[in-house]
């Protein structure tokens, strides 16, 4: 199968910020933030800090690691993506340094403007828009969610990728507004993040049993 996975950043890393702070205190440079457009200069300062996004987060990340590597195993092809709020949409690949900044108790209008300024939907929409997938996993937060479907502001991710299969982890609140055929949607309602892992850990569970 072909599947696509979305899912958002954490703010754990793998290594945090104390583990930079000496360095970054060396050159006078502010803990990283949402200051990309100084990124070159972090990657220059963190050279020994660096990882694919894959490796750098961690946390709560570990249950999404956990679902893409199982399903890989499984043999099946698996594009995966994670909305950032520093860099906005980045692949596993993606070499990035420890920072901190998410979208987490921010406005919506900050969200808005944040993902405005870094594309976020419209480069999502380039990436997806000539694929087709047998399945589409999607493990957002109402926060992050907001970057890619958000009706006040004519974004509809789901309208736009092809997808045989939508799987989503969020709110029960979601089927109504989603508007896809029941057929094609399995949403699995959490209540938290200890209950969107736990979750996760049974989606893996019973994938693996079917």
């Not at 000496?22 to 020994?48: A, M, R």
């Not at 698996?78 to 950032?84: G, L, N, P, R, W």
């Not at 980045?90 to 990035?96: H, M, P, S, V």
């Not at 976020?120 to 589409?136: A, G, K, T």
């Amino acid at each position: 199968m072909k599947i696509f996975v979305l899912t958002s950043c954490v703010a754990s890393k793998k290594y945090s910020i104390s583990d930079i702070k000496e360095v970054l205190d060396k050159h006078n440079l502010p803990i990283p933030t949402d200051d990309l457009e100084n990124e070159q200069k972090y990657k220059e300062v963190l050279k020994d800090f660096i990882l694919p996004a894959f490796q750098m987060y961690e946390g709560s990340f570990k249950y999404i690691r956990d679902l893409v590597t199982n399903l890989r195993k499984r043999g099946n092809k698996v594009d995966f993506y994670i909305i950032s709020a520093r860099y906005g949409l980045i692949n596993e690949n993606t070499l990035i340094i420890p920072y901190e900044f998410t979208f987490k108790g921010l406005r919506k209008k900050e969200i808005r403007e944040r993902a405005e300024k870094l594309k976020i939907y419209e480069n999502l929409i380039n990436l997806i828009r000539n694929y087709e997938y047998d399945r589409s996993i999607i493990i957002l937060g109402n926060d992050y969610l907001l970057t890619i479907f958000d009706k006040s502001k004519s974004k509809n991710f789901f309208k736009i990728i092809k997808s045989k299969q939508f799987v989503i982890f969020g709110s029960k609140k979601l089927k109504n507004r989603i508007g896809l055929p029941q057929k094609n949607l399995k949403l699995i309602t959490v209540s938290g993040l200890g209950d969107r892992n736990k979750k996760i850990k049974e989606y893996i569970k019973n994938s693996v049993q079917q």
